[in-house]
């Protein structure tokens, strides 16, 4: 009994551990696709939010130096032309950098030194004038421009203050001017600007150097995608993120919704086969004691007949069923060629004898079977 009990409590735990470890198996193959397939969605949204950002925002500045020139007067000292400055913005020739529908403000940056001639110089114009690869001019600015005024006392408190580091090349009396040349710059969709040409009107004019400096001016998403990228970033990204987990579910829907269609569809195609089967093993029998039918009497035939219809659709067990209820009656069913074209047997056909006639079912109308089938 002891033992009975123990080999019982065995065989439990050897079922429970199986079955627990065929659930957690299961459980972690599931937990290692989830995992995958997170990991692959999270990667891909990073990947679609940096290909978007790359293609859809432009290069936030430009800024490139300029170089003027001018024609010396005949004496060998002096300017005798408006210095004037052709420059590309592209790094290797006439590139089109600017984003076409992009508004940009387009700075000139002079750093001067407060000289006597600047001082006396006053205010002066400056033309801007951008044309495309054909060389020709589709937007053009002027503007005015002028050295801050600082007075006497001023320059003298400032040297006096910064003298030190006037004498170690840390600092210069300079001034550095911003002129705004554009303030709202659309290229043109067609013809886009690749380069500009820069004049300064005046020939008593001292530079230390010059920059020219295109900033975009971000409006709607690109200013948010500039001005806030970490915000613009996981906003992107989980817009991603919830697009590639629906369409993966989805997928998954679409893919088990096939499959039980497919399944549904083969168990009527095997039934179908099946029934086929059978119509043509009955139309073989039929075929055969046809055949001998002329060597038989009515009666043999027709028991044997039945007999054979029985064996070959497995009657046997509705019929012991009905011997040993005792049951005797003759409206046994209806067999009859319906919508299915199933073979049935027809009440007027057969009937149930009693048990001392041998416990067979004789055919009253066979041919009735025949044209059925």
Known sequence: ??????????????????????????????????????????????????????????????????????????????????????????????????????????????????????????????????????GTVIQQSDRSAIMHYRSVLLRTMYTLVFAPFFLAGLDEQKQVVDIELFNHYVDDLVDSAVGAVIQIQTKKIEIYSSKIKIFADFTGLRYYMFYWPKFSAVSGIMVNSTFLAFMVLLSWYQYTQKDTVE????????????????????????????????????????????????ESHDFQGSHDYQESHGIQDESLGEMAAGDDDDIVLMSSD????????????????PSNIEAVL
């Open 350 to 365: 057969v009937m149930l004898p009693g048990s001392d006639d041998n416990n067979r079912l004789r055919l009253r109308r």
């Open 1 to 134: 009994m002891v033992i009975d009990l123990f080999g019982n409590i065995v065989d439990w735990g050897g079922i429970f551990l199986q079955v627990a470890f065929s659930k957690l198996k299961t459980t972690f193959i599931r937990l290692f696709i989830l995992v995958g397939v997170l990991i692959t969605i999270l990667w891909l949204s990073i990947f679609f939010y940096a290909s978007f950002y790359w293609f859809y925002m432009p290069s936030a500045s430009h800024i490139r130096p300029v170089y003027f020139k001018f024609d010396v007067c005949p004496e060998g000292a002096g300017i005798c032309t408006f210095p004037q400055a052709n420059l590309t913005f592209g790094e290797h020739g006439r590139e089109e950098i600017l984003h076409k529908g992009q508004a940009y403000r387009i700075y000139l940056e002079l750093e001067m030194p407060e000289s006597p001639t600047n001082r006396g110089t006053g205010m002066f114009m400056v033309r801007l004038q951008m044309y495309d690869k054909k």
């Open 263 to 310: 399944e549904e569809e083969f168990v009527p195609m095997m039934l179908r086969m099946s029934l086929d089967v059978r119509r043509q093993r009955i139309r073989e029998q039929l075929e055969r004691e046809r055949g001998a039918a002329d060597s038989s009497s009515p009666e043999d035939e027709e028991e044997t007949t039945v007999k054979s219809f029985m």
